[in-house]
T-cell receptor
Framework: AAGVIQSPRHLIKEKRETATLKCYPI?????VYWYQQGPGQDPQFLIS???????DKGSIPDRFSAQQFSDYHSELNMSSLELGDSALYFC????????????FGPGTRLTVL | KQEVTQIPAALSVPEGENLVLNCSFT??????LQWFRQDPGKGLTSLLL?????REQTSGRLNASLDKSSGRSTLYIAASQPGDSATYLC????????????FGKGTTLSVSS
């Protein structure tokens, strides 16, 4: 069965640079979620989208922005990167926000040097 | 503010044992609860989803129960195998409108052969 696809899988950036993470949900899933998992931490919710509209917002820094496109893929844009942004970034998708069994992708490991 | 706690933080058992992982949450007004498995450095695999109106869900050797009134869920693993070694996370969704999952810090399980 098709799963959530995230790219890139690994990303190394310098401080103050920008990064763009991409997420391709499971086919027919129209809701995407972004989570950040720091080293040894539990995943923290950042933001979610349903039908290209933001549906919920968590602890996403102002330096980050995200959007969902007409084909339901989503991008997380991160600017002015800081050392503390180094983490695993997960995208999840679900078939609508109401059922909400969230299926997670493999994650993008971002390292900021 | 919803808080999710998982006890114990780590558990080591010999192969073949039946075991129980515990999850507690502070606000009983949840929409659903989801159990995940995470292998080191990998993504999260959804194991079971329990809606707030349900008492339990079963999948193979896994059985998850939910007691909303006491703010507790348990994940029962029957006849544990070395391949079950991983970190198990429980996550609650607060409401139908709020799509974010709030995670516990997980229980790291090690099953020895």
């Amino acid at each position: 069965a098709a799963g959530v696809i995230q790219s890139p899988r690994h990303l190394i950036k310098e401080k103050r640079e920008t990064a763009t993470l991409k997420c391709y949900p499971i086919p027919r899933h129209d809701t995407v979620y972004w989570y950040q998992q720091g080293p040894g931490q539990d995943p923290q919710f950042l933001i979610s989208f349903y039908e290209k509209m933001q549906s919920d917002k968590g602890s996403i820094p102002d330096r980050f922005s995200a959007q969902q496109f007409s084909d339901y893929h989503s991008e997380l844009n991160m600017s002015s990167l800081e050392l503390g942004d180094s983490a695993l970034y997960f995208c999840a998708s679900s078939l609508g926000p109401r059922v909400n069994e969230q299926f997670f992708g493999p994650g993008t490991r971002l390292t900021v040097l | 503010k919803q808080e999710v706690t998982q006890i114990p933080a780590a558990l080591s058992v010999p192969e073949g044992e039946n075991l129980v992982l515990n999850c507690s949450f502070t606000d009983s007004a949840i929409y659903n609860l989801q159990w995940f498995r995470q292998d080191p450095g990998k993504g999260l695999t959804s194991l079971l989803l329990i809606q707030s109106s349900q008492r339990e869900q079963t999948s193979g050797r896994l059985n998850a129960s939910l007691d909303k009134s006491s703010g507790r869920s348990t994940l029962y693993i029957a006849a544990s195998q070395p391949g079950d070694s991983a970190t198990y996370l429980c996550a609650v969704r607060r409401s139908q409108a709020g799509t974010a999952l709030i995670f516990g810090k997980g229980t790291t399980l090690s099953v020895s052969s």
